[in-house]
């Protein structure tokens, strides 16, 4: 089995834009989602209920969690955000748009800054400066040396082989050791299942893609497309699970900033690795990109703690809007 897509060229890179709008939806939508979380579980503590930041998110705080309309307005800018995304890779190869995701931060430190009515100060300002450059040249030279070439059945069995000992690994170390787990093995998990997630969601819209070119035959080997489904459904289920317990325990800046730094690796370390995005990549893009990524990471680790914390949030009914 193999997949034919049409490459991206410098000229045809729609791709971009449509990743960054993305991004800003993904900013947003985890601002709501962790005000969501942090006033269910000061409603529950006022009335003697168990509270999410410090149980973990059970059916009860599930429930009381779509009742916040912050919670629920900040899904729906996720779901948007997720829409963008798969369309973008639809248009562009993957080692192009999912490295735009770390924009997402230097939003999120914006919309922080505006609600905490707190300036950002030098060291963030140069962090996000250090975040944009190094996504920016990051995309600019895969955007000239990437494209998205025909997946073999092999490479769709690696992709698929892996994902299966990720999920069995953190769904045996949660359902076994979470009373353990800190915050940042949440944030980690996440990171990693969402990397798969965007992997996965571009192998099935060119796999689809090829489906259709073909006149609706299918082969033999299309029964790893139907597995590589069931894994992005489980991996998207669980990694969104994970980022509601890290809202639970704290501000929404470590957990954006863990998920641009973590997502974006996974997922273009396979789409070079495994789907050979980059094959014929020359040795200078390949150093540029090391740069790139490394300028790219420093800044967001920078970002993360240079912020307002989410404690100063303004309460609901304030003149921040929030609810």
Same mark, same amino acid.
């Given at each position: ?128 400066? /250090?975040?944009? =450059?190094?996504?920016? *040249? %990051?995309?600019? &030279? $895969?955007? @000239?040396?990437?494209?998205? !070439? ?35 093995? /949440?944030?980690? =998990?996440?990171?990693? *299942? %969402?990397?798969? &997630? $965007?992997? @996965?969601?571009?192998?099935? !819209? ?118």
């Amino acid at each position: 089995m193999s997949i034919v897509v049409v490459s991206l060229t410098p000229a045809q890179s729609p791709g971009i834009p449509v990743a960054l709008v993305g991004s800003v939806f993904l900013a947003v939508g985890a601002e709501l989602q962790q005000h969501g979380v942090t006033k269910a579980g000061e409603a529950a503590a006022s009335h003697g209920r168990s509270d999410p930041r410090s149980s973990g998110l059970g059916w009860g705080q599930l429930t009381a969690l779509a009742r916040r309309p912050s919670w629920l307005i900040g899904t729906l800018m996720l779901g948007l955000s997720t829409v963008f995304q798969l369309f973008s890779l639809y248009l562009a190869p993957l080692t192009v748009v999912q490295p735009l995701g770390a924009i997402a931060l230097v939003v999120t430190a914006l919309i922080t800054a505006r609600l905490t009515r707190i300036r950002l100060k030098l060291p963030a300002i140069r962090a996000i400066l /250090y975040c944009i =450059g190094g996504v920016g *040249l %990051f995309v600019a &030279v $895969a955007a @000239l040396t990437t494209t998205t !070439i025909p997946i073999a059945a092999a490479q769709l069995l690696i992709v698929a082989i892996i994902l299966a000992a990720v999920l069995l690994l953190f769904g045996l170390g949660f359902v076994l050791f979470r009373a353990r787990f800190t915050r940042l093995f /949440y944030i980690a =998990g996440a990171g990693v *299942l %969402f990397g798969f &997630v $965007a992997t @996965l969601a571009k192998v099935l !819209i060119t796999r689809v893609q090829t489906i259709i070119d073909n006149g609706l035959r299918l082969s033999p080997a299309d029964w790893l497309t139907i597995v590589c489904l069931a894994g992005f459904i489980a991996a998207a289920v669980l990694g969104s699970y994970f980022v509601q317990i890290a809202y639970a325990s704290g501000s929404p800046e470590l957990v954006v900033a863990g998920l641009t730094v973590i997502d974006p690796l996974v997922g273009v370390s396979i789409g070079i690795i495994v789907l050979g995005e980059a094959a014929g990549a020359p040795l200078w893009a390949d150093i540029v990109f090391f740069i790139a990524g490394a300028l790219a990471v420093y800044g967001v680790i920078q970002l993360s703690r240079h912020q307002p914390q989410a404690a100063s949030m303004p309460r609901a009914g304030s003149s921040g809007g929030l609810v």
